[in-house]
């Protein structure tokens, strides 16, 4: 029934203007208001995709990443991610080298926080 269908994702975050700040100018994404009084923009992918950012006051951080970044050299995002002030995650578990990328076998990937706790990524699929 829905195979035709676009999906769109979205999640929340209790300031949404701290997430438009950091996904546009930070990430440098195409950020589009959508609904100010509400809260609600949308954040345009490379690949044409948009995903839904919305406020929520009560917002709590998944525990869990919400979204991957797909890059073909991971040293070079996390190095341009790190000049624009993005701090990465450490994670018990995984070997993490000193830019914060874990290396081990899968992709390479480096995590990082939005502004409301919500975890991204960069990653460098294996191959």
Known sequence: MLAET?????????????????YGETLGLEVKVLDEAHGLITVKTANGEEIFVYAKPDHTPANFTLLNFQVDDIDAAVDGL???????????GFDHDEKGIARGPGPQIAWFKDPAGNTLSVLRPPG
Do not use: H, M
């Open 6 to 22: 676009k999906a769109l994702s979205g999640f929340a975050v209790d300031d949404i203007e701290a997430a438009t700040r950091f």
């Open 82 to 92: 790190s000049e624009r002030g993005v701090s990465f995650e450490r994670y018990d």
